[in-house]
T-cell receptor, first 117, second 115 residues
Framework: AQSVAQPEDQVNVAEGNPLTVKCTYSVSGNPYLFWYVQYPNRGLQFLLK??????LVKGSYGFEAEFNKSQTSFHLKKPSALVSDSALYFCAVRVYILTGGGNKLTFGTGTQLKVEL | KAGVTQTPRYLIKTRGQQVTLSCSPISGHRSVSWYQQTPGQGLQFLFE???????NKGNFPGRFSGRQFSNSRSEMNVSTLELGDSALYLC??????????????FGPGTRLTVL
């Protein structure tokens, strides 16, 4: 079975400072990893994904994430946080299946990011 | 391209009733997945449809069902509603064929409240 852990319920950071939102995963096989963001009363908005190749993935709105296979982590980062980045962030994993396929995503519990002036 | 659309956006029902939610995927996307989001359980996978066939199913009771039409639009139905069914129901679409790495794009969700 696959699982995702987001160890921090909330992360507080001052505007202009770098931010990190942590994610670790557990899968049998090669993972596809995703980050989504959710603003109040909205659906999930795709930020970035890791499939294969370069361990540093760049995504929307200046976000990036680093895939670390030995630590089974996929932390989300941004060099300089904005107040508008305040939202709920979800990490998700999908395992590649050679046959049968399927798009089931397993999500972490979410991390509330609060960026303050 | 237009994004994923879900109707209605809000629903209020009473226990014992049934409800049908609708999802229109991004044009050209053939896979539609449904998720339930609650404060206690987080985001949980309900089921996925691809080419009118259910391809995956999560751990939900049989009261939860779905279907997909030939134009890829999907509906999910919940019968005999319980208070615990109150949640945000999210639909996601992707162009994935099989085991692919395609991104799922989510709709705004339907907020279901069961009284």
């Amino acid at each position: 079975a696959q699982s995702v852990a987001q160890p921090e319920d909330q992360v507080n950071v001052a505007e202009g400072n770098p931010l990190t939102v942590k994610c670790t995963y557990s899968v049998s096989g090669n993972p596809y990893l995703f980050w989504y963001v959710q603003y109040p009363n909205r659906g999930l908005q795709f930020l970035l994904k890791y499939i294969t190749g370069d361990n540093l993935v760049k995504g929307s709105y200046g976000f990036e994430a680093e895939f670390n296979k030995s630590q089974t982590s996929f932390h989300l980062k941004k060099p300089s946080a904005l107040v508008s980045d305040s939202a709920l962030y979800f990490c998700a994993v999908r395992v590649y299946i050679l046959t049968g396929g399927g798009n089931k995503l397993t999500f972490g519990t979410g991390t509330q990011l609060k960026v303050e002036l | 391209k237009a994004g994923v659309t879900q109707t209605p956006r809000y629903l209020i029902k009473t226990r014992g009733q049934q409800v049908t939610l609708s999802c229109s995927p991004i044009s050209g996307h053939r896979s539609v997945s449904w998720y339930q989001q609650t404060p206690g359980q987080g985001l949980q996978f309900l089921f996925e449809y691809f080419s009118e066939t259910q391809r995956n199913k999560g751990n939900f009771p049989g009261r939860f069902s779905g279907r997909q039409f030939s134009n890829s639009r999907s509906e999910m139905n919940v019968s005999t509603l319980e208070l615990g069914d109150s949640a945000l129901y999210l639909c996601a679409s992707s162009s994935s064929q099989s085991g692919g790495a395609d991104t799922q794009y989510f709709g705004p969700g339907t907020r279901l409240t069961v009284l």
